[in-house]
């Protein structure tokens, strides 16, 4: 079994930052994919990011790309999702979840395990 605890989530004005961590219990954390995953009040889960087992390959959603970064500490079985530049559309809860695999993935299903997530408000 593994656990995901998120943390990091809050209020911001547009324009600022947040930084997301997310700790997972169990000793094969550094062999999978990590990800993020957000979803809106009425809306579907929407991937965010995705970062393989060794931090060398990531995976940004359009919506996000360059103003959001994912990275992870192996030795400290936490994965990061650094957001600069945050719009009012990027409300919503966000999900540490761990892949089924060491690559990135966009694909939900390829994901089996999921925090319990964390809300980000961005007032405009």
């Known amino acids: 079994q593994v656990q995901l605890v998120e943390s990091g989530g809050g209020l911001v004005q547009a324009g600022g930052s947040l930084r997301l961590s997310c700790t997972a219990s169990?000793?094969?954390?550094?062999?999978?994919?990590m990800g993020w995953f957000r979803q809106a009040p009425g809306k579907e889960h929407e991937f965010v990011a995705a970062?393989?087992?060794?931090?060398?390959?990531?995976l940004y959603a359009d919506s996000v790309k360059g103003r959001f970064t994912i990275s992870r500490d192996n030795a400290k079985n936490t994965v990061y999702l650094q957001m600069n530049s945050l719009k009012a559309e990027d409300t919503a809860v966000y999900y540490c979840c761990k892949a089924d695999r060491f690559a990135v993935t966009v694909r939900e299903a390829s994901y089996d395990y999921w925090g319990q997530g964390t809300q980000v408000t961005v007032s405009s």
């Open positions: 169990g000793r094969t954390f550094s062999s999978y994919a």
């Open positions: 970062i393989s087992w060794s931090g060398g390959n990531t």
